[in-house]
């Protein structure tokens, strides 16, 4: 609120009360009508953002006069000899968040007041929230002979209601006030039920991952948005961190297993054991260190750019998909397991859920669990026809969870038969502490589970797609009952959403792709990179299309479906008339605040009763114990500090340098700057950075800043801190421009002026991610170029990249020793950095001495070929190509297919396959590849390079070609 403000007044957040004091003019009518005067003058006090959607006249009630101020009593006679109150609805609308509080104004007196003498009072406002209710009633007779007021209707017929606020919160006490406007009084009730629904519900997971500047009002430079909007916007997120960290006493960690299995109609005929103990992480396997399916570095979370020095055995790609520490020793506190096809019977499609299976299922669960068996007990279950979700958790922690709620949709035949669909199951987890009174509760987090059975069938994945976004609007918990409100939640209002089950969805590649690829790898670690890139799941997360910002562990496993005995099967157990898919999974989406760890991710072959593997997923949260007390008197007392925008005094940043210098520039090698913020005014300030024009970009590519928008408290100070970092996306532009990069940080003070930041640095050229054509018209190294123009006439290209050639020269001379240059030790980030510039200054290689450093030497010179190869803006072949290289049967006909290669490309793939030619005769093994005995050396190899070789076009000009179509190219060459 604003005006001439006696103390601080502001909306506040859910569950605080604060004490306000507003003057202002007011006239006084009947309790019968009310002057639009009035309902202007509360207007009058309210921000932009805010609004009064009802004003009530009402009257205290006899006895109760002197408690409406929080227990204060009020000094003003005539307001207490008129007990005339004006009581308001405001709420507060920041674009994300709607909150809302009740304003109680008394009037000075009854009668006209003279316009000289404006004075209005607002004694007490209170949120709107879950913890304070309203009940309306007929008044007493008696009370209405002792109010004060000589205007009280006492006419026969009128009817006369109390309306009583009651408030747990020991600033305000509750209050009943007298009025007879019934009209108003169910519009007030009305609205008063819909808001306390409102700030009673968890706020939905899609809004909490948007990041906070993206929450703000849109603006850019010379064009501002809603600055108070946006200062609420941003105080409030402020607060709530500042006193989460302030009020938080500990953590308890909570261990959860997570398992999917459709069983086919099958009873339990196994062990369960191996499925109930989780999937122990992976040591690496010593394959590939780096994946054509994925980008060398990608571009992470900002702190993972900055420039710190990294440990010597840094690898050069991401560690082991299940590097991270399993729970050893560890139970978990609930396991969580979702069931689909448990009855697959006719009459089951009707709805006919017997209770017979379940209690199967859940008697093998327990004698799973072994001697820890007693551990447990069923928390919950839900069943609907084959899809059943059950919970256990350990006796010791029962009480921690409560508010459990269950649901289920279905989804299938005809949109909504229970052979497809989804259960659903709801609950909230309070952690305990010795360090919390036994008055100040702790905060529950709130877990959300789904287990779903989706369409299947390949062309299905539209319907999929569909199914997802139905089953997500339509599964909801139903109101816990009894709480006076409507509190019905969707699956989104949670801290974290886990969804699993027979997803169903296939993999884009031939059924003889698929069984070539995984047969090619005993060991199927490789194998399963090269075919998830293909899953349907993955493209459709990536496309937008379903399941967006939800989070799937990397896949190691061999895909899940179908097996089965009695069928026909191939070598590795799949039913030779299904093609094989990871139909089955487990995913999540968390909330920001909540520091989920997921420590294991994987199926259980030993279990063979269906034609699915089982999977399972395990998952550590640290919940954070938060003294509910401590975190309301704390907020309370930032709201009141962070309100003082009083509009007499402007917010003043100083920015310590108007100049940020990078110098050079590197490709792939962050460079960390800190800009300093001061607020160098007297009341707090919200900044945040601007673009200079509509659908612009608030910085280029190549710099990132964190945080993009924050608060500051007077004389406090921040550093911003921005990283100049080159990926491959930028790489591609800035290689073919003048290396001097140059741009202005727009820095926006809500409600006060623009600081305009020039940023400098001098890019570097790398010779990655460039084109053949180019890298063969360079006069030397590529460092040298004073501008990207300074290159050769295409008559005097050379044959083929001097970059490349250098990499394969050296491979040949130095490291045929090493019998798995592609498959041994990983490569160490420090030294492939080296070799990458050495490529682009034309400087020697390092020389070393020691056998481990030769090692290590030869393992960064192969990985950074085999990322300059996959950094290429067009690949060796062409996309146009690629359908020309399947057609070839022979390998007289694929060595006629290099006449038609561009003129680069065709000593580039001569040299390299020369040299993969030998490195694949060096094994001793040997597998099939149609009706030629090759070495599985060179299966690995044509693996390996035939998807970066051949890579496809991402434009879809040129539509994808058979991944094996790919690798048997390749191999007519080095087999």
């Known amino acids: 609120m604003r005006g001439n403000v006696g103390k601080n007044v502001s909306i506040t957040p859910r569950g605080q009360i604060e004490q306000l004091q507003i003057f202002g003019d007011l006239t006084c009518t009947d309790l019968t009508g009310m002057s639009h005067r009035q309902v202007d003058l509360v207007k009058s006090f309210l921000r932009p953002s805010e609004n009064t959607t009802v004003t009530l006249n009402v009257e205290v009630e006899p006895g109760n006069v002197e408690s409406y101020g929080g227990g204060q009593a009020d000094t003003n006679t005539e307001a207490l000899q008129c007990g005339r109150r004006l009581l308001s609805i405001v ?88 009025t007879s406007d019934i009209q108003k009084l169910r519009k007030f009730s009305a609205e008063y039920r819909r808001l306390k629904a409102i700030a009673a519900k968890v706020v939905d997971l899609r809004t909490k991952i948007i990041p906070l500047h993206e929450r703000l009002s849109k603006a850019t430079a010379g ?377 294991g991710y994987g199926s259980h072959p030993e279990i063979t009763l269906s034609d699915h593997q089982p999977i399972s997923a395990d998952f550590h949260i640290p919940v954070a114990i938060i003294n509910k007390g401590t975190y309301e008197e704390h907020t309370c007392g930032l709201h009141r500090e962070l309100s003082e925008y009083d509009q007499s005094k402007k917010p003043r940043i100083k920015v310590q340098t108007a100049n940020l210098d990078f110098g050079p520039i590197f490709y792939r090698r962050p460079t960390k700057k800190a800009l300093v913020l001061l607020n160098d005014g007297d009341i707090p300030c919200v900044f945040r950075f601007l673009s200079a024009a509509p659908d612009t970009p608030v910085a280029p590519s190549w710099l990132h800043i964190e945080p993009m928008v924050g608060l500051l408290r007077p004389k406090e100070t921040v550093a911003v801190t921005t990283v100049a970092y080159v990926d491959d996306a930028a790489a591609s532009k800035l290689n073919l421009r003048p290396p001097k990069l140059e741009c202005t940080l727009i820095l926006h003070t809500a409600l006060g002026k623009d600081h305009f930041i020039s940023v400098s640095g001098y890019y570097q050229y790398t010779c990655f991610v460039n084109t053949l054509e180019r890298l063969a018209r360079l006069p030397g190294p590529i460092r040298n170029l004073k501008t990207p123009e300074d290159l050769m006439p295409s008559t005097q290209a050379l044959n083929a990249p001097r970059e490349i050639m250098r990499l394969i020269n050296w491979m040949m001379t130095n490291s045929l020793s090493e019998t798995d240059t592609f498959f041994g030790r990983p490569a160490r980030r420090k030294l492939c950095t080296v070799i990458r510039e050495c490529l682009d200054t034309g400087e020697e290689f390092p020389t070393v001495t020691a056998e481990s450093d030769r090692s290590d030497l030869c393992a960064a010179v192969a990985s950074t070929l085999v990322a300059f190869l996959d950094s290429l803006v067009v690949p060796v072949i062409p996309p146009s190509l690629h359908a020309r290289c399947l057609q070839v049967r022979d390998r007289e006909t694929a060595f006629e297919l290099l006449d038609e290669f561009p003129r680069e490309s065709i000593n580039v793939w001569i040299s390299l396959t020369a040299f993969l030619h030998y490195v694949g005769q060096q094994g001793s093994a040997s597998g099939k590849a149609g009706s030629r005995s090759i070495s599985s050396k060179a299966l690995h190899l044509a693996m390996l390079f035939a998807p970066i070789l051949l890579r496809d076009d991402p434009s879809g000009e040129f539509p994808r070609v058979s991944l094996i179509g790919k690798r048997d190219f390749l191999l007519y060459f080095i087999a």
């Not at 994300?96 to 004694?123: C, Y």
């Not at 877990?447 to 994945?461: I, P, Q, S």
């Not at 997500?472 to 989104?492: Q, V």
């Open 91 to 178: 709420t507060h609308d920041d674009g994300v968040f709607e909150e809302a509080r009740w304003v109680l104004a008394p009037l000075r007196k009854p009668g006209t007041l003279d316009e000289s003498n404006n004075q209005l009072q607002i004694k007490t406002t209170s949120p709107i929230t879950g913890d304070v209710s309203l009940t309306v009633a007929q008044a007493k007779q008696q009370s209405l002979e002792n109010l004060p007021s000589p205007a009280s209707p006492t006419i026969p017929g009128v009817s006369v209601f109390t309306l009583t606020i009651n408030s747990n919160s020991e600033d305000v006490s509750s209050q009943t006030f007298i």
């Open 223 to 599: 064009l501002p948005g809603n600055d108070l909007r946006d200062i609420s916007t941003v105080r409030d997120e402020w607060i709530r961190k500042a006193s989460i960290a302030k009020a938080t006493v500990g953590t308890k960690s909570l261990r959860l297993r997570l398992g999917s299995f459709n069983v086919n109609g099958k009873i339990p005929s196994q062990d369960l054991s191996p499925w109930l103990r989780g999937v122990a992480a992976k040591k690496s396997t010593g394959q590939p260190w780096i994946s054509p399916l994925e980008p060398l570095s990608p571009l992470g979370p900002l702190c993972d750019l900055l420039p710190e020095e990294k440990d010597e055995d840094d690898l050069l790609t991401k560690s082991s998909a299940n590097a991270t520490p399993e729970m050893k020793g560890v139970d978990p506190d609930i396991f969580v397991l979702g069931f689909q096809e448990l009855d697959m019977s006719t009459e089951a499609l009707l709805y006919a859920t017997s209770p017979i299976k379940e209690e199967m299922w859940t008697t093998a669960i327990f004698a799973g669990l072994g001697e820890k068996g007693i551990l447990y007990e069923k928390l919950v279950s839900t069943q609907l026809v084959g899809m059943l979700l059950i919970v256990i958790v350990k006796k010791a922690l029962r009480s921690c969870f409560n508010d459990v709620r269950f649901c289920y949709a279905g989804a299938g035949i005809m949109g909504f038969m229970g052979n497809k669909g989804a259960t659903a199951v709801r609950l909230e987890f309070t952690p305990t502490s010795s360090g919390v009174s036994e008055l100040a509760s702790t905060q529950p987090i709130a877990l959300t589970f789904v287990n779903a059975h989706l369409a299947a069938f390949d062309e299905m994945v539209e319907r999929r797609n569909y199914d997802f976004h139905d089953l997500s609007a339509r599964l909801t918990f139903p109101s816990a009952g009894g709480t006076g409100y409507d509190d019905t939640l969707n699956l989104y209002q949670s801290d974290v959403l886990f969804w699993m089950g027979d997803l169903n969805y296939r993999i884009n590649l031939s059924d003889s792709d698929i069984r070539a690829i995984l047969t090619s790898y005993p060991d199927g670690d490789s194998g399963v990179q090269h075919i998830v890139a293909y899953d349907q799941l993955r493209n459709a997360i990536r496309s937008n299309e379903a399941f967006s910002h939800f989070v799937e562990h990397p896949i190691t496993h061999f895909p899940t479906y179908r097996y089965g005995a009695g069928l026909s099967r191939d070598l590795l157990g799949y039913d030779t008339k299904r093609k094989p898919a990871w139909t089955d999974r487990i995913m999540y989406m968390p909330s920001p605040d909540i520091d989920l760890k997921q420590l």
